[in-house]
């Protein structure tokens, strides 16, 4: 059975507080206090959300005393990429982001699991709403971080709010302001005592979570929405499918899936790099499966975890180290 709302929510006790500024950031092609990296108020990107931005786990394996960043180039790739979207220049390629965000963690010393936030947004004091012409900017910042959803068995709510959709605003951007989309999805599901939301998109069909993507597992086949039902291509959503079939020796399809499929579905689970692999017992409040964590959701979260703390030596090229 899941567990009550009020123990999942110890979990992600922490997310309630204010990350602390006394660490090192980035900004600008200059590492300085979180404290003294600012913005002016008239920044295009604070006034109309055009910033895109990236979500990166570091996990800490004490027995090796290293710090291993899971996925790095991928996550500067993929910034690359919807950085095109809104017209943003990024100060350097994927292999020199990734230096600077290694040096990032090695100034901070962590020796703890961490999340790396990279920020690159529309820099320019200026009230034009329009995307040329405009400088960009660059910061990075980083903190310990635990859990963001809970992994104990979660429950969520599909939102009355619909996924943006791409000739809306563009799922797959990771923009700053079109999560003001899963900001209002995820207070609801909050009110009705759910940990987190399930998008559809505008035709009906399941999209992904609030903050991140979906998948579930009928009569032993894995599936999850197809990249173009308005998600986020999640760095996650691929490793999970590569754990499943090359691990697991999973059926993994792409395809739409039906809202109710989830309520007759074996089960249901969540993945990102802030949900990690999130099991969901309780979708709209009916039970998923038999109301447990289901053995995919619990073999798939094994895998990842022990291959993304460095315990599990395959896939080498998923892990970058920290200390040298
Ligand atoms: C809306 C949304 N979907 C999916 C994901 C998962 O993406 P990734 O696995 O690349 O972190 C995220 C971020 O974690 C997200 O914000």
Redesign the pocket.
């Known amino acids: 059975m899941a567990s009550s709302v009020h123990e999942r929510m110890k979990e992600t006790a922490a997310l309630g507080t204010e990350i602390p500024e006394t660490g090192w950031a980035y900004q600008d092609g200059v590492f300085k206090r979180l404290a003294d990296a600012h913005v002016s108020l008239a920044t295009h990107a604070l006034n109309y959300g055009t910033g895109v931005f990236e979500?990166i786990r570091a996990y800490w394996n004490a027995t090796q005393e290293q710090l291993y960043v899971f996925r790095l180039r991928e996550h500067f790739e993929r910034m690359r990429d919807n950085c095109k979207l809104l017209r943003i220049e990024l100060p350097g390629d994927s292999a020199a982001l990734s230096e600077v965000t290694l040096e990032l963690l090695r100034k901070n010393e962590f020796r703890t699991d961490v999340y790396i936030r990279p920020l690159a947004y529309k820099a320019a004091r200026s009230i034009k709403v329009a995307l040329h012409d405009l400088r960009s900017g660059f910061g990075m910042f980083a903190f310990p971080i635990g859990a963001y959803l809970p992994t104990s068995g979660l429950a969520a709510r599909t939102a009355t709010w619909r996924r943006t959709a791409d000739d809306a605003i563009p799922?797959r951007g990771k923009l700053t302001g079109a999560y003001i989309n899963?900001a209002l999805a995820v207070d609801e599901a909050h009110d009705a005592n759910a940990d987190e939301s399930i998008f559809l998109t505008r035709d009906g069909h399941v999209s992904?979570?609030?903050?991140?993507?979906l998948f579930m597992v009928r009569g032993g086949e894995l599936i999850t929405p197809s990249v173009t039902d308005d998600?986020?291509e999640?760095?996650?959503?691929d490793t999970v499918i590569a754990i499943a079939r090359e691990e697991l020796g999973l059926t993994v399809t792409e395809r739409a899936i039906d809202r109710t499929e989830l309520f007759i579905a074996d089960e249901v689970f969540f993945?990102?790099?802030?949900?990690q692999v999130a099991p969901c017992v309780k979708v709209d409040g009916r039970e998923v499966g038999d109301g447990a964590i289901g053995p995919v959701a619990r073999r798939i979260g094994d895998v990842y975890f022990a291959i993304a703390r460095g315990d599990d030596k395959r896939h080498a090229a998923w892990r970058t180290a920290v200390q040298r």
Do not use: D, K, P
């Not at 992904?208 to 993507?213: I, P, Q, T, V």
């Not at 999640?234 to 959503?237: A, S």
């Not at 993945?271 to 949900?275: P, R």
């Open positions: 979500g799922a899963t992904e979570g609030g903050s991140a993507n998600i986020l999640g760095i996650t959503r993945c990102g790099t802030g949900a």
